[in-house]
């Protein structure tokens, strides 16, 4: 990184000019810390959090037939609401990049409160399947806008010194997001009694007139040819009515949050780094007296860091996809950043953050229980994410990701053991698994939360947000979310249908066999950003790709 000298350059402060402005700039608004700032912008990410997690205890609901209050659906349809919430959050996430570099980071944040408030309501009261398909997208363009905003506005604006922190915060809120929809799920499963329905008449006399758990009735799915008999077998039950309608609940309470995020970011500053590449230097002096304390260090180095490099590389003008692909380094740097997108997804973690209570009933548990069974995976998920705080603090980004990536291997191999050897054996002979088999599901599913949380998301979000240039970081950044989102809906649509036909053994199977292979990608391609500044990290990819 070159000094910049005294002499005089057009449209840029340096020297004692930008040393005057820094002096004479009075900071914006009030005072807020970073981590008031963090704390703000995280409600973002914790309903990023609650709107992915709430569906695993709502689709038992959802499966339930019309007249019970559920939407009585098959594998496939499972698979695309959760699938057609990620590829809203794909667009979200590619749409959210570009107009976060338009109109500002806090700007695009207030506008995704406003979308989580109304995609929430939509979904809760959503009267059909086409309808809930609609509001399920709209809710994923705020979820996948959040994925691409949210990282960006906290790795601009927090300081070199705990900037991975900060970012592994916004991590650890996604986690609590999750949590959060798993324990309420739980509550309210608790509070209806678990899923349950009224029957007036079996023609086949296979279940007695009157009040069914759920349970019961799905239980008897193994004695069925296929799903498809199952479904033939439900739809002949002359049903009263049902709890169903649960989901609706677990659905609605994450409109709280988002007018929490609305008022909240009404008072926290612009980012400085947004403020400085559109050459706005007084605003983002302002905006980054209002963060930094003594701490810190001076702004007047911190931005004369940001001017030199936008001196040297003539980075003045706003970037487009066509810079990145035109450019060797930054198309090879790019590449990279899908590689990691697709790492964070491709460790299987959606089997377990969606599906877990469906995978647990397969494996012997109640409906009622399995519910309740996937708070304790968020719970795992807290303590790994909160563990990731520490872990990307203290070691190497690129040894903390191979690791992961390791033991998530090891953890879907083990659980495609326990699936052939303990669990396929009774389903193919029409019986239910012993309940040990459950449990030591559970317990293989909490291990491999708590490797997935406290590494695989907390560094390749920090990157994402932190390995692309200033002027393409945007749209680089949100171009990679949206390569993410749509590896997470093929995974989500994907896997229903696979453990349905495939049997666990085989669909955890290929899930090791493909960590194995990013393993090996990982090794060979991934840079490393650790002790870095912003500044330095974009010297350093240059020189690494070029």
Wanted: glycine letters at 10%; one cysteine or more; hydrophobic letters at 50%.
């Amino acid at each position: 990184m070159s000094k910049i000298n005294d002499a005089p350059l057009e449209g840029y402060p340096t020297g004692e000019k930008l040393s005057r402005m820094v002096q004479e700039t009075q900071p914006s608004g009030k005072h807020r810390t970073i981590g008031w700032v963090a704390g703000i912008a995280c409600l973002g990410s914790f309903l990023f959090g609650y709107d992915t997690g709430v569906i695993s205890g709502a689709l038992p609901y959802m499966y339930m037939p019309w007249d019970a209050g559920g939407m009585h659906l098959n594998s496939l349809e499972e698979g695309l609401i959760g699938g057609i919430l990620l590829i809203g959050c794909a667009f979200g996430a590619l749409f959210g990049g570009r107009l976060s570099d338009r109109f500002g980071r806090r700007h695009n944040i207030m506008l995704l409160a406003i979308l989580f408030f109304v995609g929430s309501l939509m979904v809760a009261f959503a009267p059909n399947l086409p309808f809930m398909y609609v509001s399920r997208f709209i809710l994923g363009l705020a979820v996948g806008g959040a994925s691409a905003t949210v990282p960006v506005y906290l790795a601009e604006t927090a300081p070199k010194r705990i900037r991975g922190t900060i970012v592994a915060i916004d991590q650890l809120m996604i986690v609590v997001g999750q949590l959060a929809a798993f324990s309420f799920n739980a509550v309210i499963n608790t509070m209806a009694g678990g899923p349950k329905l009224t029957i007036i008449e079996d023609p086949t006399g296979t279940l007695q007139p009157g009040e069914q758990l759920w349970s019961n009735v799905t239980s008897l799915e193994n004695t069925f040819e296929n799903q498809e008999a199952f479904r033939m077998f439900v739809d002949q039950l002359v049903i009263d009515t049902g709890n169903g309608s649960a989901w609706r609940y677990m659905l609605l309470l994450c409109s709280i949050p988002a007018i929490a995020l609305w008022f909240g970011m009404r008072v926290m500053p612009e980012s400085p780094r947004w403020f400085a590449h559109n050459r706005r230097y007084v605003d983002a002096i302002g905006a980054l007296k209002r963060v930094r304390d003594h701490r810190d260090e001076p702004i007047e180095q911190e931005m004369a860091e940001v001017v030199a490099l936008q001196i040297e590389q003539n980075r003045t003008r706003k970037g487009t996809f066509g810079d990145i692909w035109q450019t060797p380094w930054l198309r090879k740097l790019f590449l990279v950043g899908l590689l990691l997108a697709a790492c964070n997804q491709l460790t299987g973690v959606n089997s377990v953050m969606y599906y877990a209570p469906k995978v647990l009933e397969i494996a012997g548990m109640t409906t009622s229980a399995a519910i309740t069974a996937q708070v304790a995976n968020g719970v795992m998920s807290v303590i790994g994410s909160s563990l990731g705080l520490y872990l990307i603090f203290k070691f190497r980004r690129r040894t903390i990701l191979l690791v992961d990536v390791a033991g998530v291997a090891v953890c879907m191999f083990i659980i495609a053991a326990l699936f052939g050897t303990l669990i396929q054996p009774h389903l193919d002979t029409g019986d239910n698994p012993a309940p040990a088999a459950a449990f030591a599901i559970l317990a293989v599913m909490g291990v491999f939360m708590l490797i997935v949380q406290s590494s695989n998301g907390t560094v390749v979000w920090t990157m994402l947000g932190e390995i692309f240039p200033a002027h393409v970081r945007g749209i680089a950044n949100g171009a990679c979310i949206f390569f993410l989102w749509i590896t997470n809906a093929l995974v989500t649509v994907t896997f229903p249908v696979m453990i349905d036909n495939l049997g666990g053994m085989a669909t955890y199977g290929t899930y090791g066999v493909i960590n194995l292979i990013v393993f090996a990608a990982l090794w060979k391609w991934m840079p490393e950003t650790a002790g870095l500044s912003m500044e330095q990290i974009e010297v350093e990819m240059e020189k690494k790709y070029s």
